[in-house]
């Protein structure tokens, strides 16, 4: 039996979710496990984690509201995922915006084409 055996709470002790508690939902080799509860379910190296003596009773692969009813049951936070509101997009901007393109000439300066034909009219 290994330290990381899937159930064990642990706390993670590196990266962003560093002082945070977790549990260990699947081990993927003697290096990596992927961890749940109050962190964001991902693969993670054993050497970021501290175990705990505490143990979940856990099936491996398990759901997040498996693991957020074993965390209530103990007390501990869960990580929640909040949805991104969408901004409507505005359609028909490309138009508009090659519309006023074709519309917005620049004007010819006429002292430019009046000394040029100056020019041309002394020269020959």
């Given at each position: 039996?290994?330290?990381?055996?899937?159930?064990?709470?642990?706390?993670?002790?590196?990266?962003?979710?560093?002082?945070?508690?977790?549990?260990?939902?699947?081990?993927?080799?003697?290096?990596?496990?992927?961890?749940?509860?109050?962190?964001?379910?991902k693969k993670v190296n054993t050497k970021h984690?501290?175990?705990?003596?505490?143990?979940?009773?856990?099936?491996?692969?398990?759901?997040?509201?498996?693991?957020?009813?074993?965390?209530?049951?103990?007390?501990?936070?869960?990580?929640?995922?909040?949805?991104?509101?969408?901004?409507?997009?505005?359609?028909?901007?490309?138009?508009?915006?090659?519309?006023?393109?074709?519309?917005?000439?620049?004007?010819?300066?006429?002292?430019?084409?009046?000394?040029?034909?100056?020019?041309?009219?002394?020269?020959?």
């Amino acid at each position: 039996m290994s330290i990381f055996d899937v159930g064990r709470v642990c706390v993670k002790i590196a990266g962003r979710d560093a002082g945070r508690k977790c549990v260990v939902i699947e081990k993927v080799d003697t290096q990596f496990v992927v961890v749940d509860g109050d962190v964001r379910r991902k693969k993670v190296n054993t050497k970021h984690l501290e175990p705990l003596e505490t143990t979940v009773d856990l099936k491996g692969k398990t759901s997040h509201v498996d693991v957020k009813t074993a965390f209530s049951k103990l007390g501990f936070p869960v990580w929640e995922t909040k949805a991104k509101k969408v901004a409507p997009r505005q359609l028909h901007l490309k138009k508009k915006r090659e519309a006023t393109a074709v519309t917005q000439k620049k004007p010819v300066k006429k002292k430019a084409v009046k000394e040029a034909e100056e020019m041309v009219s002394e020269s020959v």
